[in-house]
């Protein structure tokens, strides 16, 4: 799904539309206003991909967002940090490799309101998936 998204330019120019410092900064929704929609490659959504060998033990590993068991959809968030209790319920799906202490940082550092929407908006110019495990060949 989150490949699949990434290659179609879905998360081109979208808003990170929560951040929560010391904990995660959360995107992954085109919709107007952000934050309430966003679907599936498969339009609904779908379950869990839990591995217990992945863990959300350091900065820039990237999880999908949730409403609680198996409601994936396009959402995501990154870690600013360890997030052991989010392990069993958010399915990782990869890391930052280039930005994580720069970029991430710059991210952190902007203000929130009182429900943790940045009072600068924050947009994902476009991902570039540097290794595709379902990729042939």
Known sequence: NFLALCASGYYDGTTFHRSIPSFII???????????????????????????????????????????????????????GPAAHLDGKNTIIGRVIDGADTTLTKMEAIAVDKKHRPEESIQLKDITIHANPLADG
């Open 26 to 80: 959360q995107g992954g929704d085109p919709t107007n206003p952000p934050g309430k929609g966003g679907s599936s490659i498969w339009g609904g959504y779908f379950e869990d991909e839990i591995r217990p060998a992945l863990r959300h033990n350091a900065r820039g590993i990237v999880s999908m967002a949730n409403k609680g068991p198996n409601t994936n959809g396009s959402q995501f968030f990154i870690a600013y």
